[in-house]
């Protein structure tokens, strides 16, 4: 199973930007997904969260209202639409794909100026 995130780069604050993971090698559409994210010097932490059809959602706190997951099983490609970009959202973003096993992308950075 292999996943590629993309969608990353430096954005200013109040922007937008929309992250894919596209997924190959296995089935994707049998798996629940997720974003996380890790900032320098703090632990990997869950954004959100997209059951194996779509039909539940779950966010952090920190990005309700303002980001949104999304996936289209056709494609293999979960999705986080993120608006109103804060500073405090910099971070190498990963997607997940639920097992067992659990498989991660390689992480894409986001980079918010203020």
């Known amino acids: 199973v292999q996943l590629v995130e993309s969608g990353g780069g430096l954005v200013q604050a109040g922007g937008s930007l929309r992250l894919s993971c596209a997924a190959s090698g296995s089935t994707f559409s049998g798996n629940a997904m997720a974003w996380y994210r890790q900032a320098p010097g703090k632990q990997r932490e869950l954004v959100a969260y997209?059951?194996?059809?779509?039909?539940?959602?779950n966010y952090a706190d920190s990005v309700k209202g303002r980001f949104t997951i999304s996936r289209d099983n056709a494609k293999s490609t979960v999705y986080l639409q993120m608006n109103s970009l804060k500073p405090e959202d910099t971070a190498v973003y990963y997607c997940?794909?639920?097992?067992?096993?659990?498989?991660w992308g390689q992480g894409t950075q986001v980079t918010v100026s203020s």
């Open positions: 997940k794909r639920y097992g067992p096993p659990d498989y």
């Open positions: 997209i059951s194996i059809t779509g039909g539940y959602t």
